[in-house]
């Protein structure tokens, strides 16, 4: 990313409406974490954003559930305290 192409998007009208929203949840709140998932399946493991680490899919939950490769326990918690103003770890 040039100076230039970074200077735009952080003066983009929508980053700074879409930051401003963001920051008021609270100083860990990202979307990603609702929006995205990146899956590990040659390791089992799962995340959403890089506020906290990956971590292992239980089979017990994905056998109770199949959403759990992007809704697991541990993913669930993560977004609570996101909404709790806090940033996981």
């Known amino acids: 990313m040039t100076a230039e192409t970074s200077k735009i998007s952080f003066t ?3 980053y700074i409406n879409t930051k401003e929203k963001l920051d008021k949840v609270g100083c860990g709140m990202c979307l990603a974490k609702w929006t995205q998932v990146t ?4 390791m ?3 995340h959403s954003c890089h506020h ?4 292992h899919i239980p089979v017990g939950e994905l056998k109770r559930n199949p959403s759990a490769l992007h809704n697991t326990l541990f993913k669930k918690q993560k977004r609570k305290e ?3 103003g806090k940033r996981p770890k």
Do not use: A
Request: proline share 12%.
């Open 12 to 14: 983009n009208p929508d």
């Open 44 to 46: 089992g493991q799962t």
């Open 52 to 55: 906290p680490s990956t971590h």
């Open 39 to 42: 899956i590990h399946l040659q």
């Open 82 to 84: 996101m909404l709790e």
